[in-house]
């Protein structure tokens, strides 16, 4: 009972992580509430069965494509259309939200309803942990949600471009006097978040089936766990996972599951209240001294 | 007279209805210091935001190096070799005191001298701290902006300008706020820097420091240039000391 809590709990956070972190990156980088992220998380899934199932490519191939192919219809969703509205916070969240219902409703539209749309295992297997049966597709995900979590901070912390963002993220003027163009920044902001949000589509959804619901329960978990975890915070948003991750086993475990919503909610209702820039969030304005 | 390396045509800037800079104009030659004095509010800061791209005029045209530079975005002037320091600092506070340094050091202008190996680029930015006269061998490099004594940043500012090896350097009282000792540590190095032949522009309060860099001075009143010459010259100036007088006690 106890290392099943304890495995899933930990499988739970990492789904939760993974699924925010693309949401969170932009955000964190370039102040673009990108609500698009349910849309880009399905467009990836189906985008990777469509290659695989009706063009035939390989797995790999397929899912490499789709997280590219997703990065790119996050740049061409900022340069025509968040460009327009950059800065003006309200247009940001409705037009990326009306292009992430367009992408799922286009999807249910176009027929991709039923129980065939699915992506493989990427290893068929099982394997005992501590006593608790785990699949291999869920190791992946610990995998590669790992993965991502270190690659994420070297990125951010070591290359040209990732200091670059960094820089235009705490000051954008600054950025300016250093020869950043803040323009390509977000847009490149927008295409890497879009791609994370591709890389969590690819792995997590082998383990369900893909349907359009998803797309709108990743958009309400990323902005949960964003929100939780403090806007630009990596280390809040790794908490914050493994707090909703296992809050939901535990209230599933012994409150029954009905209760896991209601758990939740009260979760974040309470961090917010204590803390109203999240977990680990900072409140960015520093007194300028004269 | 050789060809100018900035030429500042008629520049004008008004906020709303309110005019904070008015129809100024002067040439720059490479190599010259220039100091820009002036009461506060006197458009100082808009003139050097002008300059360097943080402001769209209203009217007139900057050129530099004889290429009209009136519409380029700013970060474009900075590949051309105009580095800034802000009068308010702006560090990235949230990065320590060498990756402040870093971020300019990648950029295209110095990127590729500079070179691709990360502990280089680790060197210059400890040398040019060290410069500056931060501590070498102390925690103060790896501390956080956000948690360095003002005077710090202000010299941080000057780092992250040098880091760009501009030829056009243009610091907005660089040296308000800070210590004593502070601006002495620094006001060589500037020396040094205008010795080896950058152009300079020098927004500055301190008539003391400014004299020590700058060869010709233009003086503000209300957005309008009301004096240009000689630094020691300007000063004596009846109009400079009414509009200086007229709002503090410089
Ligand atoms: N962004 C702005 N919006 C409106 N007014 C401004 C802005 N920047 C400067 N001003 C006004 O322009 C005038 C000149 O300001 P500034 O250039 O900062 O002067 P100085 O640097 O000489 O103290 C002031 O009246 C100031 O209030
Ligand atoms: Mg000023």
Redesign the pocket.
Known sequence: MFASILVNGLVNSVILILTALGFSLTFGLSRVANFAVGGLYLFAGFAAWIFLRILGLPYAVAILLAIILTGILGAIIYQVLLVRVRGIELSEVIATFAVGVAILETFRWAGFVTYEFNLPSFFKGRLEILGTVIDYQRLIVIGVGLFLAVALWWFTHHTKIGLGLRGIAQDEHTALTLGIESDWAAMLSVAIGSALTAVAAVVILPLGIISINVGYEVLLLAIAVSVLGGLESTVGLVIAGLILGYAQVLTANFLGPQWMLVVYLAAIVTVLAVRPSGLLGRFKEIEERV | MANPILQVDHLTKR?GG?G?VYRISFDLQPGEALGII?P????????VNLITGFVKPTAGRVTFRGREITNLPAYARVELGIARSF?MVRPFYNLPAFKNLIIPLFSPRVGKRVGGKSGNRDEVAMHLLEEVGFERDSQVPYKVASSLPHGYLKRLELARCLALEPELLILDELFSGMSMSEVASVLPLIEKIREQGTTIIMVEHRLRELFRIANRAIV?NF?EKIAEGKPEEVIADEQVRKAYLGSEDA
């Open positions: 906020f309110i904070a002036g506060n509010g006197s458009g100082k800061t808009t003139l009068q503000l957005g």
